[in-house]
Structure formats: C-alpha cells, structure tokens
C-alpha cells in the first residue's frame, strides 16, 4: 500500500511539474493577431445611371489575381459587373508592408494589413481587388485598386490607393458591427459619403462619380469580412491540460485506495 501511495505522489509530483513547464512555454504577454479573411463587397442594383446622372458606373471586377497589375481601360479579363449587382470577394493581405509591383508608382501594389484584432481604430487592413469604372460618354475610365480598410475619426472608409486619384475614399462604412476582437468579423452598408468629415484625403470619389445631396447617404451595397476560423491551442496549452487530467485521474484513484 505504501509502494503504491509513495508512486502516486511520484506521479502527482511530475504532473505539478508539467504544469510549470506548461506556465514556463506560455508567453507571458499575448500579442493579438493581424486582422484575416476574406472581405466579400457587395452591390444591390441601387446605382444605376439614373440614379447618377453622370454616367460613370462600375463594368469589371478584377480579383486578387490581379494584384501586381495596373488596371487599365483595355485589360481584358476580370468579372463583369451586370446591372450594378454582384458579390465579390476580396482577400485580406497577409503581408505587413506595401508591397510596389513595377515602375508606375503607387499602380500595382500590395496593401499591408497592420491593424490587428485588438485595436481597430490603429492601422489598417489591405485588400485585394479592383473595380474598373467607365463614362461611355465620356470615352474613358477610372480604376479603384490596392484598396484598404481604416476607420478614419471613427468612420470606417474603403480606401482607394490608384495611380489616379491615391488616398481617398471610395465608399463608406455605416450601420457597422464591428466585432474583430471577438469573431474577426466586421459586417457594415457601403454609402457614397455620409461622413465627409472623416474622409481619407482631400478628394472622395462621390462628387467625381457625381453623387451629391440624398444620394451620399443612399446605401448601395454590403461590405463584411467573415470570421476566421478557431486558431489552435498552443503547444502549452494542450501540456497545462494533460497535466490536469492527469492529477484529476491520481486524486480519483487515491481516493478509491483510501475506501
């Protein structure tokens, strides 16, 4: 009987010790993780040419394969936009600087992600994708490209970062949910410019597309990142956790020695 309690405590005493390697391994402080996923934009037919007399409107969707090129009125490819309806998916960048493809400036970058999921109101949140619009009657076009997130004086903006019009905002965020600490999901209608005071930039792309009065505020489409999955546990994570059930077996079984 002895032999046996004296093992038991042997082993109780290499359980404590797990536990204390386990405490040694775990960070001491936790740093939160960049903001990830998947950005899905979304349009509800709500712009059409009547609803902006000037014309300009979005035809093509270029995805994230098209992130070191400049978009162009005649590069061909893309994801036709039909009846200013659609859905379209913009990765988040993993990279944690700009990254400039070729010689033509800001044109054909990389946007960083260096927000992270514990401060959304620092940094921001580079996507992938662009948006081709045209003027038929004007005979030209305008490209949206190397996009990021930011909140800007507590508005959230899609910031366009073109060879054309570099750092200004795009549309809006409103009616937003934001819970990228919790679930890393932030969830929000896209507007022209409700919110001109907490725009990016000296220039928004509302007055060039010819957006003004009620339809600044008209909601035209969706903007959410969707939740990224469970992260693992931690090597010393799942220890801590073998240690403990692991004393929890040795207590029930000193206690059945004892009765």
Do not use: C
Request: hydrophobic fraction near 45%; avoid cysteine.
């Amino acid at each position: 009987m002895n032999l046996e309690i004296n093992a038991i405590r042997k082993t109780k005493l290499a359980g404590l010790a797990m536990m204390l390697a386990a405490a040694t391994l775990a960070p001491q402080t936790a740093s939160a993780a960049l903001v990830s996923g998947t950005a899905t934009i979304s349009l509800n037919g709500v712009w059409n040419s009547a609803f902006l007399a000037s014309g300009w409107a979005p035809t093509t969707f270029f995805d994230s394969s098209f992130n070191n090129t400049m978009i162009s009125g005649s590069l061909a490819g893309g994801t036709a936009i039909s009846g200013f309806t659609g859905a379209f998916e913009a990765p988040i960048n993993t990279n944690t600087t700009t990254i400039v493809i070729g010689g033509f400036g800001t044109a054909g970058t990389i946007q960083a992600t260096t927000m992270d999921t514990s401060n959304s109101s620092v940094g921001v949140i580079g996507l992938s994708g662009a948006f081709r619009f045209t003027a038929p009657s004007l005979s030209t076009y305008l490209s949206s490209e190397d996009w990021t997130l930011q909140k800007i004086g507590g508005t959230w903006n899609l910031v366009d970062h073109s060879p054309g019009f570099p750092d200004n905002t795009l549309f809006q965020l409103v009616n937003v949910v934001d819970n990228l600490a919790t679930t890393g999901m932030l969830d929000g209608d896209l507007q022209f410019l409700p919110d001109p005071a907490h725009q990016a930039g000296g220039f928004s792309y509302s007055g060039f597309l010819g957006a003004t009065g009620a339809k600044l505020s008209t909601t035209i489409g969706h903007l959410s990142i969707a939740p990224v999955a469970a992260v693992p546990l931690p090597a010393a994570a799942w220890l801590f956790g073998t240690a403990l059930l692991s004393l929890f077996g040795i207590n029930r079984r000193k206690n059945s020695i004892s009765a």
